[in-house]
């Protein structure tokens, strides 16, 4: 039977530094966890919540955001969002310019659309997109621009002056753009398309990584109304989102100005020391540096390395749980590892240990057994 690092990961999460899914474990406990025991005091669980969403929190998204016309919609996290968007908003013969690398479940949904996603290559300097390779991939067929900032795996951001280029583009060209902006916090300066193009661009958003709430399933988009009702005829939540999903993340982001500056502190300072590891393992490298996300890949082509073994060989032998590069980029996924480090300096320290260590047992064959 096939290893299954997420099986194996589950079954030892009490001793596993979790690097693999871009989740965060800095916000403090008190941010959350008072708001969410009270409201299992009160058994709100035992009710459905107010299909549309709670008002408050509602308005805490807008707000949080500052887009004039674009409306806030709920859904059991980002990634449902965005396959309501594919949908809703593609049809078959679509086409959707995109990238490699990605978030490929994005690209699985445009699939399932009947529409399909024409993958430009970036794992080259600047290591996104530009306008102009943007507007070259543009043909009679394309309906959608797919603009992911920063950009998951990479950690590549755009600059505010790239961003507004695209969105002139889909202007333009009436064209759809989604604009996937889940790690715009850990971002020096993050921009939104739909400051420039509001008429067409759908605003993807989540609080699993900015607000470390993975685990509870609440994100959604911001819409103008017309493409806003368009999307809402998939939602398949009528009867609400996870109450205790919109108390947490009303507690998160009602407070976020108040924390999130040290999130990000220590999110670089371990990025730093990932950096510093990295840079003492020859044949390895960062393509990236410095990542304006929570997360950055690793490099190992040079040394013909598995990806998929690093990652067994960190999981199983040294508790660090890294992601193979295969998730996330069918050309160029036998490159890397995916390393993210929104986590407490302790776990950054098991990293550093295991990492030398174990890409020198992989490149000698002495790899740990499968479990």
């Known amino acids: 039977m096939p290893f299954d690092p997420f099986r194996y990961a589950h079954q030892h999460r009490n001793e596993i530094a979790w690097l693999s899914q871009n989740t965060n474990h800095l916000v403090p406990p008190e941010v959350i966890g008072p708001a969410l025991a009270e409201a299992i005091r009160e058994r709100r669980y035992e009710g459905y919540p107010y299909g549309p969403g709670d008002p408050e929190l509602l308005d805490l998204v807008a707000r949080d955001f500052g887009l004039p016309g674009q409306r806030p919609f709920l859904t059991a996290g980002g990634t449902e969002s965005l396959y309501m968007i594919t949908r809703a908003l593609l049809a078959a013969g679509d ?3 995109a990238s490699d690398p990605s978030y490929l479940i994005i690209h699985r949904f ?3 659309s009947g529409a399909r996603t024409k993958n430009l290559d970036i794992y080259a300097p600047p290591y996104r997109l530009t306008a ?3 507007r070259e991939a543009i043909g009679p067929k394309t309906r959608m621009i797919l603009l992911i900032d920063p950009l998951n ?3 590549s951001g755009y600059p505010r002056e790239e961003v507004r280029a695209i969105a002139e583009i889909a202007h333009d060209h009436h064209l759809l753009l989604l604009n996937d902006v889940t790690y715009r916090d850990f971002a020096d300066a993050p921009a939104l398309a739909a400051e420039y193009a509001p008429e067409s661009t759908i605003t993807v958003w989540s609080v699993s990584k900015n607000c470390g709430i993975a685990g509870l399933r609440i994100g959604g988009f911001l819409a103008p109304p017309e493409l806003l009702g368009t999307i809402a005829r998939f939602n398949t939540n009528d009867l609400g989102v996870n109450v205790l ?6 507690a998160a982001l009602g407070t976020k100005g108040d924390w999130f500056a040290a999130v990000r502190r220590q999110t670089r300072e371990n990025g730093a020391r990932i950096r510093a590891c990295v840079d003492g393992v020859p044949g390895t490298s960062l393509p990236v540096y410095p990542s304006q996300a929570n997360m950055m890949v690793i490099d190992v082509a040079r040394l013909g390395l598995s ?3 690093l990652q067994q060989e960190l999981l199983e032998r040294h508790g660090v749980f890294v992601r193979a590069g295969n998730y996330l980029s069918p050309a160029h996924g036998k490159k890397f590892v995916r390393v ?3 986590n407490p300096p302790r776990d950054i320290d098991r990293f550093v240990a295991a990492f030398p260590e174990a890409v020198r047992a992989v490149a000698h064959g002495v790899i740990a057994p499968a479990a």
């Open 245 to 250: 999903a919109q108390v947490a993340a009303i």
């Open 340 to 342: 993210s480090f929104s």
């Open 110 to 112: 445009v699939e399932l």
């Open 95 to 97: 086409e959707v310019v």
């Open 307 to 309: 990806p998929e073994a």
């Open 132 to 134: 102009e390779r943007v």
């Open 153 to 155: 795996p990479l950690g």
